[in-house]
């Protein structure tokens, strides 16, 4: 039976219990994405403004609501690599939940408050992240994002190629959209390469390829993230 005595207890688990397993769920995000060779990696807790960031983690106001993660250069963009990259987040919090029941089966954690609302949250998390829904800014749960890949329906992996192109006639560097349509002329190619990473970034999965005469390449791209 829930008492008042027990209020504080509950508030000290949720605070501290609350961000820990949105941190491993992140985490989990994020290994996989780091197996399949992504850089500029970054795990976000809370939300709100920023108020400490170290290394890839950065924490903000509310750091016990919410949390996601982002990473650049994906290497491995299919099919398989993107289910294990959405599918990590709930799986780490399975297996921690799992690790805490056999801690405390084995005696080596004292059932509690704690232990108690780790593993409640963590089933939670599991839950929802593997309900199959779009959310109402439109974004897919990971669920919904496996079960579309499961099905064969790639197209939500499916990238837009932004372009920057070398103008040689008129000495300029061209900004083309994912029609291949000219949106911006810049003098220098650092500007234009900014440009293309600011409207990629914005519509994920998206990648930015240069075009220098009849070479091309990849220089960036932006895969979906999981939340």
Not at 23 to 44: D, P, Q, S, T, Y
Not at 82 to 105: K, Q, R, Y
Not at 166 to 194: C, G, I
Request: hydrophobic share 45%.
């Amino acid at each position: 039976m829930f008492g008042i005595n027990d209020i504080p207890k509950f508030l000290l688990a949720f605070f501290l219990v609350l961000p820990l397993i949105s941190i491993l769920h992140e985490a989990g995000h994020v290994f996989f994405a780091w197996l399949m060779g992504a850089k500029n990696i970054r795990v976000v807790v809370g939300s709100g403004k920023p108020v400490f960031n170290k290394g890839i983690i950065e924490i903000r106001q509310y750091y016990f609501w919410y949390g996601f993660c982002t990473f650049e250069n994906i290497e491995r963009k299919e099919k398989l690599a993107n289910i294990l990259i959405f599918l990590g987040g709930a799986l780490f919090n399975l297996l921690s939940t799992i690790a805490v029941i056999l801690l405390v089966e084995n005696k080596v954690l004292e059932t509690g408050m704690m232990t108690y609302q780790f593993t409640y949250f963590s089933m939670y998390y599991v839950f929802f992240a593997l309900l199959p829904m779009i959310y109402p800014g439109g974004s897919y749960s990971d669920g919904k994002m496996i079960l579309e890949l499961v099905k064969n329906k790639e197209e939500v992996i499916r990238e837009r190629t932004y372009r920057v192109q070398k103008d040689t006639d008129e000495d300029t560097w061209r900004f083309l959209n994912h029609k291949n349509e000219l949106v911006q002329t810049f003098q220098k190619e650092e500007d234009a390469v900014q440009k293309a990473r600011k409207i990629a970034q914005e519509h994920r999965p998206s990648r930015i390829v240069q075009i220098n005469g009849d070479e091309e390449k990849e220089i960036q791209n932006y895969p979906r993230i999981p939340l």
